[in-house]
């Protein structure tokens, strides 16, 4: 299957397709580039599908994903909580819940062999251009880290990531099944966004029509403004499902 036929395959409902924020080709043509660009200013996100090399992908998945499942196991065994030891054996410095069976791991940036491996991604994929050339200035990887959401695990709420200035990349390394949570985007909600969590519009299950609802296809990361709201929808389905962070600033 194509890649743009598996994400026109994804589409479940809402107002707006996730096609529509689809970019195929690589980062050095310059009309990827362009309608990138355009994207990301207009609608505030995009889904580039060409950007991460297929051998590259391959074997971060190797180095990353059967360390995911081995946490998401302890994560069950344990009634989601991470002691010191488990963390230290897995080269976690946190592991915070973010939801009823979802965590947000981080790995030892310096030590850990699988946040040398996200990092590689990152670089050979060329985010920091792609972030760079939306925010107009030299951006930096900031933080990078893992979802981890068990079977039966709750999404998230609609939420923003962060202020002006700050992109939010969001890839998984094998295909999320609409069961396993979809994640939704708001578009065009990074304008106007007044930073002031009081102030900014809040958000309910009643906003859901309004958003592009994306299953993440393997090495097609969504790139977000910070200020996009989106949210995640539960995993229902008896399989882990593990995607991967990075934001930049
Ligand atoms: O789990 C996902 O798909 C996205 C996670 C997310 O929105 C977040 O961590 O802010």
């Given at each position: 299957m194509s890649d743009s036929e598996s994400l026109e395959s994804d589409v479940s409902g809402g107002?707006?397709?996730?096609e529509e924020l689809r970019v195929s080709g690589e980062w050095d043509e310059p009309e990827v580039r362009t309608r990138c660009l355009e994207l990301l200013e207009r609608e505030g996100a995009c889904v580039l599908t060409q950007v991460v090399d297929k051998r590259v992908l391959e074997e971060v998945r190797e180095a990353v994903e059967p360390t995911l499942q081995r946490i998401a196991e302890r994560l069950e065994e344990d009634g989601q909580n991470l002691s010191e030891e488990v963390k230290n054996e897995f080269g976690l410095v946190r592991a915070p819940p973010v939801g009823d069976g979802k965590t947000n791991v981080h790995f030892d940036e310096y030590e850990s062999p699988e946040h040398g491996a996200m990092e590689r991604l990152a670089r050979q994929s060329r985010f920091e251009d792609i972030v760079s050339s939306y925010i107009g200035r030299p951006c930096t990887l900031y933080e990078a880290g893992a979802s981890i959401t068990t079977p039966g695990g709750e999404g998230m709420e609609w939420h923003r990531d962060g202020t002006e200035g700050e992109v939010t990349v969001l890839m998984s390394l094998s295909n999320v099944e609409a069961d396993q949570g979809q994640l939704g985007v708001i578009p065009r909600s990074h304008k106007g966004a007044k930073l002031e969590k009081l102030k900014d519009e809040e958000l309910t299950a009643a906003d859901d029509d309004k958003a592009v609802w994306y299953s993440y296809r393997a090495g097609c990361p969504m790139i977000i403004d910070a200020r996009t709201q989106h949210s995640v929808r539960d995993n229902v389905s008896q399989d882990t499902r593990c995607i991967l962070w990075y934001i930049y600033n």
């Amino acid at each position: 299957m194509s890649d743009s036929e598996s994400l026109e395959s994804d589409v479940s409902g809402g107002a707006r397709l996730v096609e529509e924020l689809r970019v195929s080709g690589e980062w050095d043509e310059p009309e990827v580039r362009t309608r990138c660009l355009e994207l990301l200013e207009r609608e505030g996100a995009c889904v580039l599908t060409q950007v991460v090399d297929k051998r590259v992908l391959e074997e971060v998945r190797e180095a990353v994903e059967p360390t995911l499942q081995r946490i998401a196991e302890r994560l069950e065994e344990d009634g989601q909580n991470l002691s010191e030891e488990v963390k230290n054996e897995f080269g976690l410095v946190r592991a915070p819940p973010v939801g009823d069976g979802k965590t947000n791991v981080h790995f030892d940036e310096y030590e850990s062999p699988e946040h040398g491996a996200m990092e590689r991604l990152a670089r050979q994929s060329r985010f920091e251009d792609i972030v760079s050339s939306y925010i107009g200035r030299p951006c930096t990887l900031y933080e990078a880290g893992a979802s981890i959401t068990t079977p039966g695990g709750e999404g998230m709420e609609w939420h923003r990531d962060g202020t002006e200035g700050e992109v939010t990349v969001l890839m998984s390394l094998s295909n999320v099944e609409a069961d396993q949570g979809q994640l939704g985007v708001i578009p065009r909600s990074h304008k106007g966004a007044k930073l002031e969590k009081l102030k900014d519009e809040e958000l309910t299950a009643a906003d859901d029509d309004k958003a592009v609802w994306y299953s993440y296809r393997a090495g097609c990361p969504m790139i977000i403004d910070a200020r996009t709201q989106h949210s995640v929808r539960d995993n229902v389905s008896q399989d882990t499902r593990c995607i991967l962070w990075y934001i930049y600033n």
